[in-house]
């Protein structure tokens, strides 16, 4: 249990560069916490909401007011918050074909959308593209949205739908601040007001006082293995928006007659509640942890994304390594540091879904959940890892001294 001296070193002096930079994000979670109480007192939660529930699940109090209090929570008008979202790829799936119809055309302003989106979009069989649904993509400018090439772009074509990936996916980018998606949603809105704004809030839930929802964003969805189940969901995913929207989304999800209506949950809501209500926090956690990395591995010569006193707007912190060594010994080592799975070691493989092989390090509670301490990597260069999660900050310090032993050896 003896840290060796220099990582003891470099590890005290991150920490102590941290301060400034962790009081900003602990100010957010504060208030974030606080909106959260103020929603489950507004509602009243009572333990008579956690209940399990069978069959079709006609009036189910715990579904319908946890509905309720995400819509609170994410400033908009409904949610669909359920076990039967089965991961982010499914919630925004599920939106996405609940709002398109053939012939519409899809824009994506972010660049591509996240990779397990390509055959959801372009797929051969049962893809938007087989259901009649045009596609086209804007990439993203130095970074940022391309505002001009997107009012220009929308200004010929009748667009649907415009899609934006706040997170970086697989890219050395930065996410998308609230304050760019309110900037690009109202020049949007002032072409053509009917078109859906839609946000893939990923990772992205409680990084900021607001959410996409808060500024004028029509559609959002996101995965409970992510932020906004708080490290204990265990399973879902969410879609919330303007009620218009998030009825067509229910309607696809169940069945148009009943839409939200039905759906019972036998394990019972407690843990989607308290999920929720530890979702700032939990976030925190993250936030802390990969400020603490970057701070460290910055000091040691290495690049991240964002930069450490830089703010970030979602919880990925990206880290460019010189070698496919250096690479893998950091994934390698998060998955050392993990409280489950600790003994494995890890191979890359050709994952559904992604281009290149992925090395991937998950040793959590709630399977590939990555509101848990997790890094992934696909093995192409230039070398990144992507690093995101931890439920607490002590286990994220913990992990970053076996990381730079492991990139030091
Ligand atoms: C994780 C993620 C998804 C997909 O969510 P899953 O739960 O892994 O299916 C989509 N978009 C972004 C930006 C993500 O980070």
Not at 19 to 42: G, R
Not at 80 to 90: A, R, W, Y
Not at 105 to 128: C, M
Not at 368 to 375: F, Q, R
């Amino acid at each position: 249990m003896q840290m060796k001296e220099y990582i003891k070193n470099i590890i005290e002096t991150a920490e102590n560069c941290a301060k400034d930079t962790f009081k900003k994000v602990e100010d957010t979670a504060y208030f974030n916490q606080k909106k959260v109480l103020k929603a489950f007192q507004k509602h009243k939660i009572s333990l008579r909401h956690f209940a399990q529930t069978t069959g079709y699940g006609y009036g189910d109090e715990g579904r319908d007011t946890l509905n309720k209090l995400f819509a609170d929570v994410f400033d908009c008008e409904s949610a669909l918050v359920s076990p039967h979202l089965l991961s982010g790829t499914h919630a925004l799936s599920v939106a996405l074909f609940g709002v398109l119809r053939p012939n519409d055309l899809l824009l994506s302003i972010t660049g591509k959308p996240y990779d397990t989106l390509d055959e959801v979009i372009k797929g051969a069989d049962g893809s938007l593209a087989d259901f009649g649904v045009n596609y086209h993509c804007i990439d993203l400018l130095e970074g940022h949205i391309d505002e001009k090439a997107v009012v220009e772009y929308i200004t010929k074509n009748k667009t649907r739908m415009i899609f934006i990936t706040r997170s970086r996916g697989y890219s050395m980018r930065n996410a998308l601040s609230i304050a760019e998606i309110k900037s690009l949603t109202e020049k949007v809105k002032k072409v053509d007001s009917s078109i859906c704004i839609m946000v893939d809030n990923c990772y992205g839930e409680f990084m900021d006082i607001i959410e996409p929802t808060t500024v004028g964003v029509d559609l959002m969805a996101g995965s409970l293995n992510k932020n906004p189940g708080g490290g204990i969901v265990p399973t879902g995913g969410y879609v919330c928006g303007t009620t218009e929207y998030v009825n067509k989304v229910a309607g696809r999800l169940t069945a148009p007659s009943v839409g939200a209506e039905i759906g019972s949950n036998v394990f019972g809501y407690q843990y989607y509640y308290q999920g929720l209500f530890q979702a700032p926090h939990v976030t925190l956690q993250a936030t802390k942890g990969s400020i603490l990395f970057a701070y460290a591995l910055t000091a040691m010569g290495y690049e991240t994304v964002p930069k450490p006193e830089e703010r970030c707007d979602d919880i990925i912190r990206s880290v460019k390594f010189n070698t496919e060594i250096e690479l893998t010994s950091f994934i390698q080592a998060i998955q050392t540091a993990s409280p489950v799975d600790s003994f494995l070691s890890l191979e890359a493989w050709d994952m559904p879904g992604y281009t290149n092989k992925v090395i991937m390090a998950a040793g959590c509670f709630v399977e590939g959940a990555s509101i848990e301490l997790s890094a992934d990597a696909p093995i192409k260069e230039p070398y990144i890892a992507y690093l995101q999660g931890g439920l607490t900050y002590e286990h994220c310090k913990a992990a970053l001294e076996i990381c730079i032993e492991a990139i030091t050896k």
